[in-house]
């Protein structure tokens, strides 16, 4: 099981690019996620989704879509960049929502904006 | 105010100390309560979730006071390898869940 992993690591974006970033999971679990993660705060919710094609906004949604076209997969796209979405982005998977359920993370993905 | 707070740190203590660390919630609708373990430039983990009767994970212990609204970890015997930052982690239910994460505290474990 490779758990949750993303793609790509790292990306560097000029002001107006866009970009998808890419979640995907092998535990078939239903619940995902995307987060933010800001130097001196908690982790943000950005969106996130309770099943297949399924999505709902999080805490700080805007600026990013996203889609969960197949359970496996969460995609987080920026449609032009700014460089208040420098962050580390990083998705999640749950069995279900609420309750004990870990929350398993992928590696991150780092974006800088200039 | 925060709807999680706690201490950023750093906190730096030599190996075999004991160090706790506590996190306050504002919401009293807060369920369920955990502690995560981030390393440098990695994912956040889950160390343990806390019980209302408190549990002990080896080196590690959990506490929860409802009433107060804090959540603390105590670690006995550092390890050097206990170096990272501490989430505290809360499941809140007002209609549907929501999932609160601290900022994280810092700790340096020191030979």
């Known amino acids: 099981n490779a758990g949750v992993t993303q793609t790509p690591k790292f990306r560097v974006l000029k002001t107006g690019q866009s970009m998808t970033l890419l979640c995907a999971q092998d535990?078939?679990?239903?619940?995902m996620y995307w987060y933010r993660q800001d130097p001196g705060m908690g982790l943000r919710l950005i969106h996130y989704?309770?099943?297949?094609?399924?999505?709902a906004k999080g805490e700080v949604p805007d600026g990013y879509n996203v889609s969960r076209l197949k359970k496996q997969n969460f995609l987080l796209g920026l449609e032009s960049a700014a460089p208040s979405q420098t962050s580390v982005y990083f998705c999640?998977?749950?069995?279900?929502?609420?309750?004990?359920?870990?929350?398993?993370f992928g590696p991150g993905t780092r974006l800088t904006v200039l | 105010r925060k709807e999680v707070e706690q201490d950023p740190g750093p906190f730096n203590v030599p190996e075999g100390a004991t160090v706790a660390f506590n996190c306050t919630y504002s919401?009293?609708?807060?369920?369920?309560f955990f502690w995560y373990r981030q390393d440098c430039r990695k994912e956040p983990k889950l160390l343990m979730s806390?019980?209302?009767s408190g549990n002990e994970d080896g080196r590690f212990t959990a506490q929860l006071n409802r009433a107060s609204q804090y959540i603390s970890l105590l670690i006995r015997d550092s390890k050097l390898s206990d170096s990272a930052t501490y989430l505290c982690?809360?499941?809140?239910?007002?209609?549907?869940?929501?999932?609160?994460f601290g900022a994280g505290t810092r700790l340096f474990v020191k030979a």
């Open positions: 919401n009293s609708a807060s369920q369920s």
């Open positions: 535990m078939n679990h239903e619940y």
């Open positions: 989704s309770v099943g297949e094609g399924t999505t």
């Open positions: 982690v809360v499941n809140l239910n007002t209609g549907g869940f929501k999932t609160i």
């Open positions: 806390v019980y209302s």
């Open positions: 999640a998977s749950t069995r279900r929502t609420g309750g004990n359920n870990e929350q398993f």
